[in-house]
């Protein structure tokens, strides 16, 4: 069936996501076809393109997520959007995020060396606590009141994680806040400056790798931040920081890293580490950032399921993943493929773009019975929102035991939580990014 090209525009124009994600539009595509081809035209905030072809159903997702060698990552790297430049590829393929096999292979092995059983379970102590901390600095003294869950509740979590990942002074966890800002929301007025990081109360890491801070230019716009010298800062205070943990290592997860030298898999050279900790302090916040308002989202619209967690807090565990179903925080991921294929009834070639739609896919009727209900008893739920296949996402632990925490921890502290007002949305379509949610909420007496 041929598609009317101008009405598929929604489907990469960054303002329609403001509004909300396409749900419905997504489902009335994916019960036409598997597979739909969709040009690129040239929008106010779009550059357009060569056109690509869009995956909608889950089946046919795995697929693609599962096949390295016909559907690369590297070869135009993952995002939807092309590189700007040669050289812009050539920059963005360096990381793990944009690699095949071998390579990716390697540096997934000594990242999962890391991650041991030990360092796991250190930071899982701490994510309770930080949970904790976040809710009592938000509730003080008082019985009631008012916050920005996304600001006060929702933004700390990963941010704090992250920094005990990295092993980083607590002071400089801002930091990570304003690379994310700019690299995911680089299409939103908001989020492309940001500049949320005090540098009066910063270390002398961050002091000396702001010195390297783009600016924005006569236009107010920053440079791109997938090109390199777009996160000059970031790759600065990640080259001081490894020198740092190599000169002075602690018990943090970068400094075992660091450390080791794998028979096999050699060690983590300086400018692998750089580009490993781009992909952390970026995608392991902003998606946490999203997901977690993105469940509180779907609490407040879904009240039963808020008492039902109330009441059996062991619930809190199917909660999430529904939750990060329910949400989708990272709407697609782009693939290449690397040969001529007839794939779901699509005459797929060589260098074609083919992007894989996780938010179609986490609502496909084939797997999910009524999948626009938010159900925390939904078993089994093998949604796709951490990827599937080699790139499944190494976070993903982490990041279910960061939402589990902060959400047992709501629901214990909170008698109610209703919204003052609508929540804003990220202008981006990539990242299913909420920048505010008021809420009002009460106390447990």
């Known amino acids: 069936m041929t598609e009317d090209q ?5 489907l990469y124009d ?26 690129e035209h040239s929008l106010p905030l779009w550059p357009g393109g060569r056109g690509f072809w869009l995956v909608l159903r889950h089946a046919e997702c795995i697929q693609v997520l599962k096949n390295a060698r016909v559907f690369s990552s590297q070869l135009g790297a993952t995002q939807l959007r092309d590189p700007a430049t040669p050289g812009d590829l050539a920059y963005v393929q360096k990381m793990m995020l944009n690699m095949d096999p071998p390579e990716h292979t390697r540096l997934r092995r000594l990242l ?16 309770s606590g ?6 009592d600095a938000v509730i003080g003294d008082a019985t009631e009141g008012e916050c920005d869950f996304v600001k006060d509740i929702a933004a700390d979590m990963p941010l704090l994680c992250l920094a005990d990942i990295f092993g980083l002074p607590q002071q400089d966890r801002y930091l990570m806040f304003d690379w994310a800002n700019r690299v995911i929301g680089y299409q939103d007025p908001d989020y492309a400056v940001s500049s949320a990081f005090d540098q009066q109360g910063g270390s002398a890491l961050a002091r000396e790798a702001l010195k390297l801070r783009p600016q924005p230019d006569e236009n107010g716009r920053m440079p791109d931040p997938r090109s390199r010298s777009g996160m000059d800062d970031l790759y600065r205070y990640a080259h001081l920081l490894a020198e740092h943990k190599r000169s002075n290592p602690g018990n943090d997860v970068v400094s075992t890293l660091l450390a080791q030298v794998d028979d096999v898999d050699g060690r983590v050279t300086l400018e692998e580490f750089e580009n490993m900790f781009w992909l952390f302090a970026v995608a392991g916040n902003e998606t946490l950032r999203n997901g977690i308002p993105g469940g509180m989202i779907a609490l407040l619209e879904h009240p039963a399921a808020w008492r039902m967690l109330q009441e059996e807090p062991g619930r809190v565990a199917g909660a999430v993943e ?16 690397t040969q001529d294929i007839d794939f779901a009834g699509a005459g797929i070639r060589a260098g074609d773009k083919v992007v894989v739609s996780f938010l179609s896919a986490n609502y496909d009727e084939r ?3 009524q999948p626009n209900d938010f159900d925390i008893r939904r078993e089994p739920n093998p949604h796709l929102s951490f990827g599937y296949g080699p790139h499944f996402c190494l976070g993903a632990q982490l990041a279910v035991a960061q939402m589990r925490a902060i959400f ?6 909170f008698e109610s939580i209703e ?26 007496t």
């Open 322 to 337: 529904e939750m990060l179903r329910w949400w989708t925080p990272v709407m697609n991921f782009r693939r290449t493929a």
């Open 112 to 127: 999962i060396n890391a991650f041991n059983s030990r360092a796991i379970t250190q930071l899982e102590q701490q994510i």
């Open 130 to 135: 930080h949970a904790r901390h976040i809710v």
């Open 14 to 39: 960054p303002l329609r996501y403001e509004h909300g994600a396409p749900i419905a539009e997504l489902t009335a595509l994916r019960n036409r076809s598997a597979v739909i081809r969709v040009e």
């Open 408 to 413: 047992l921890e709501l629901s214990r502290r």
């Open 367 to 369: 797997v999910y019975p």
């Open 6 to 10: 101008a009405a598929l525009e929604f």
């Open 419 to 444: 919204a003052l007002a609508p929540p804003t949305f990220l202008r981006s379509n990539f990242q299913r990014g909420v920048k505010s949610l008021p809420i009002r909420w009460r106390v447990k």
